[in-house]
Structures are given as C-alpha cells and as structure tokens.
C-alpha cells in the first residue's frame, strides 16, 4: 500500500504539462507526429487539405440556449474555419452524429436543417453522413476538405521574424455571448424568470450563429497577397499566436492598442466585472483569422485590404510571446493549454 500510495503522488496535472506537451509527448511514444503538408488529392493540378472537429454535448455546447439548427450550422463553420486559414477553399464534407435516445427525428432534422444552410452557403459537397448510437447525448463529428492550386502553394513562403501578424475582426465577442447565456441560465433556474437579451444581439450572434466572412477570403485572394502562414482562433488568439511560433521557433510581439474589442463586448465585461482584453485574448470562439504577411506586403494590405488590423509581428525566439502594453511593457503572452 505504502509504495502505491507514493505512485500515486507521482502523478501530473495536465494543466502542469500543457496540453501541447502532452499531445506531443503522446505521438513521440508511437514515433510519429501531426504533419502540417497538406495530402494530395486526384484532382489534378490541386493539393489538399484535411480538417476534423469534434463536439460534444455539455463541453462544447449546451443546449438550454443553443437551438438545435444553429448548432448544425455552427459545426460546419467550425470545421471550414481550418481550410480558410491555411488558404484552401472548401470543397467537400464528412458528418457522423451520435445520438441517444433523447433525441427524435425531428432533432435531427433540426440539426441538419442547420448544416444544410452551411453546406449550399459554402457549396460543399457532402461525403457521407452516418448517424450513430450515443450514451452520452449528442455528439457531431465533421471532417473537411479543401483544395488549393499547387502554383499557389509553391508561392507561399516560410514565416520569419518582422513578418506582420494580422488580425481580420474584432475578438472577445463569442466569449462575452457564451458569458451572458450561462449568466441568464443561472437566473431561469433559479427565479423562472425570462430573460431580456434584447441589448445583446451583437455578442449573442458571435457566439450563437457567427459566420465566416468570405468576402474577406475573396478579396485576399483576389489582390494576389499569399499569406505564409494562418490560423483560426477557435481556442483564442493566444493559443494560435503561439501555435505558429511553436511551428516556425518564432516569438511574437502582439501591441495592446491594436487589438480591436467591439464596445458591447466592453460593456457586457463590465457588467460581470471580467477583463475584456483577456477575454479576447483567451476567449476562443471567435470565428476570425490570423494570417502571417511578410513585412514587404505592408503598404499593399494597407491600401487593398484595409480591413486587416496589423496586431504585432514575429521576432526571434529569445524574445518569447509577449504583449506589450501601452506604455512598453512586455507581459509574457499565456494560452491555455501550453505549459509556458
């Protein structure tokens, strides 16, 4: 007993080790690694990429707030936000639902009513739709595909220190919605009282129906800047920023004043006494992008894409992630899930 009892205090908390770590540990233990190379597809002429998300019932949405076709609609968006970000277009999908026997035909309509306005918005192509028996209520799995011409891949470059980090939207929003929603959840439960969430429509819709601006997309496209290297903020702007760095064994200067907070998402912080910065740094479920724009590309994005904000830039390692505040301060830049 006395030398299981001194295992047992051996163990380590994820949160100790970072959950990157241990993803890492964890493949170096079969010898193999997540390949960011994109996998070749038959059409020929294109290279193709993969995405996969998984939802799960309680963790990733609660469905006291969450109707059902938003839900669907949602799930694709998330899954397409992967291909965007590495300059692919989408192309097709693969979706298995779980569910248990909670859940009736009509829910599942519901659901793919949802998904169904994603797939003709975007103009996918459907592989495969399963629908599979759950015990723990409903669970959504979605992989997408996208393809990119290879003369385009070819053109893009490495990223390195003094490329610009660019942001394409404001942040914070999604999180302050999910805040709001939990908040009036705990009133219902507590008084049957219903809530009055007509002033929040804007973090509401961030959070509940978000959409991808693909216009945006377009435009990028079409000014013919090819970014090294993007990200999709769905774990929060600090976990992606050190995602990248983490790629390319960069470090990161993000400026404070740059970041740009939409002012409801300052007024809903407020209210329930949050900081609104670490709420759009850590706050995830934004469905914006950061892209990695050589510094030789700046006066082109000023002009044709005014829409980017210019957030910070990439610097040596040594330097680290950091924020820097107004008045020069640097503060070391921390996402959950990365132990440093």
Same mark, same amino acid.
């Given at each position: ?28 233990? /079969? ?63 693969? /979706? ?29 192509? /459907? ?97 013919? /800047? ?115």
């Amino acid at each position: 007993m006395e030398n299981q009892d001194k295992k047992e205090a051996k163990k380590t908390q994820v949160s100790d080790i970072g959950r990157i770590t241990l993803i890492e540990n964890l493949l170096n233990m /079969v010898d193999c690694s997540l390949s960011d190379s994109p996998s070749f597809g038959g059409e020929e002429g294109f290279t193709w990429i993969n995405s996969h998300k998984l939802f799960l019932e309680g963790i990733d949405f609660d469905l006291t707030y969450m109707p059902l076709k938003y839900l669907g609609y949602k799930t694709v968006i998330f899954s397409l936000g992967p291909v965007f970000a590495k300059g692919y277009t989408p192309d097709h999908i693969s /979706v298995k639902i779980g569910l248990s026997k909670k859940y009736f035909k009509e829910d599942i309509e519901e659901i793919w009513l949802g998904m169904k306005a994603a797939i003709e918005e975007y103009k996918l192509k /459907v592989n495969s739709l399963e629908l599979l028996p759950s015990l723990t209520g409903l669970t959504i799995s979605i992989s997408a595909q996208g393809k990119q011409k290879n003369s385009t891949i070819v053109q893009r470059g490495k990223c390195s220190s003094g490329d610009l980090i660019c942001l394409t939207g404001n942040i914070g929003a999604a999180y302050m919605g999910l805040q709001l929603l939990e908040r009036e959840k705990s009133v219902f439960k507590s008084t049957s009282a219903q809530p009055d969430l007509g002033n929040y429509k804007y973090i509401l819709k961030s959070y509940l129906n978000p959409e991808i601006n693909k216009s945006l997309i377009e435009e990028i496209n079409q000014t013919g /800047v090819i970014p090294s290297d993007g990200e999709f903020l769905e774990q929060g702007l600090a976990s992606a920023i050190k995602m990248i760095c983490y790629r390319y064994e960069l470090g990161a200067k993000i400026f404070l004043d740059k970041l740009p907070i939409a002012s409801e998402t300052f007024r809903m912080a407020e209210e329930i006494n949050i900081d609104a910065t670490t709420a759009a740094i850590n706050g995830g479920e934004d469905v914006q992008f950061i892209f990695i724009i050589p510094l030789s590309q700046y006066e082109k994005i000023q002009k044709e894409l005014p829409q980017f904000d210019v957030i910070g830039h990439l610097c040596s390692p040594e330097i680290g992630t950091v924020l820097v505040t107004p008045d020069g301060l640097e503060l070391e830049l921390k996402a959950q899930g990365w132990s440093k």
